[in-house]
């Protein structure tokens, strides 16, 4: 609330921020005084917390709008199941690292959590998961082992940017706890967590599995060619390409190629990796080097060609795959670029993991898009707006002159 007249400024920044608060402005001095606001202050009124008051300059729209931004998150707020506006506040800007305390149903440590978030206001977004409540994100985090395990609560960093995050050791939640841990991140002493699962025993399988743990290893730093497929395990495409994959890895068993897969939506993957879609399929050279990007046909002709062209191995001369491949088609680069977009799954923003649109959905509603704008076009060229027809003037009728006497 501006407690005077209204200033271009602050119209124009409230017309841009009117998803984050209601922005009103007040001349009259007995609404301030009933709102216990001074006049040609600034104030934010909340439903967690006593009112804010800006204290920087009214035409410092800059300042005015990091205000907004900062004081109307509550620290440690409780990031609930389906609570869009609360998701979205801890998406939408990767400047600020995130911190999180993942807990039970006490909500055990949250006390300590806030104060020592509080410490930090403004240089982080902080809030609060409950296993009970909100078990996707801590599927999503890898925190899930944690509460399986019974080793709850636990604090984490996420810095988006660096796409990097960073686990307490300890499970005892205090302020003092809390507060160590944040100055060893802005000292650069702690180590990344990555999200992984175990890695499975034997895993001497024809397809090699590969966990967020192992990635670096076995296949970045490998020494050898390694052919991942980075899969989600509710994606039709991948469903489909999996009996391929396998065979592809009976192919190629003995040879100097591994061909492995990986579960993306349960281990991470370096930011590096670019895996925007589902399946991607990626060849690494073993070298650290970054990977080639596959995008051919999904048939074993098609996959083992690719393989031999780029390795040099060969697919045994008696090998033959219990899959047949499908009749080939031909298509020019356009054609196979706009067949792998409609064969494609993505990942919605802010949804809970698993939430997915395929291309050719996405292709269909650009089409009914561009149909509305064309029959919009040919509506707005064939209106026609006739000018108003004048109406006819009645006359009114002449009154008799009164006849002057002589």
Sequence with gaps: VLAAAATESWTSLADTMRDAAAWAHTSDKAVMKALEVKAGSVTLFRTFDKPAVYAGKLDDADALKAFVNEERVEVGMFIKKGDQDAIKVVFEDDTKPNLFLFTDAAKTGLADFKAAAMAVKGKFISGHFVSTDFPEAFSHFGMDKFSDAGTLPKVLIE????????VMASNAVEKATVGAFLKDYDGGKLDAFVKSEKEPVPNDGPVKVIVGD????QVKHAGKWVFLEA???WCGHCKKLSPIWDELGKAFKDSKVVIAKIDATANDLPKDVNVRGFPTLLLFKGDGSAPHTFDGARDFKGLSSYIEGKTGAKVPADFKPSVPDEPPLKFNDFEKKALKFLASDFQLPWAEEGTTI?????AALIVFLLFVAAVSLVIACFAKDPAPKEEAKKEAPKKPEAKKDQ
């Design 159 to 166: 810095d988006r940017k660096a796409a990097e995050r960073y």
């Design 214 to 217: 192992t990635f670096a290893d």
């Design 358 to 362: 395929s291309g050719l959905y996405i």
């Design 231 to 233: 899969y989600a395990p």
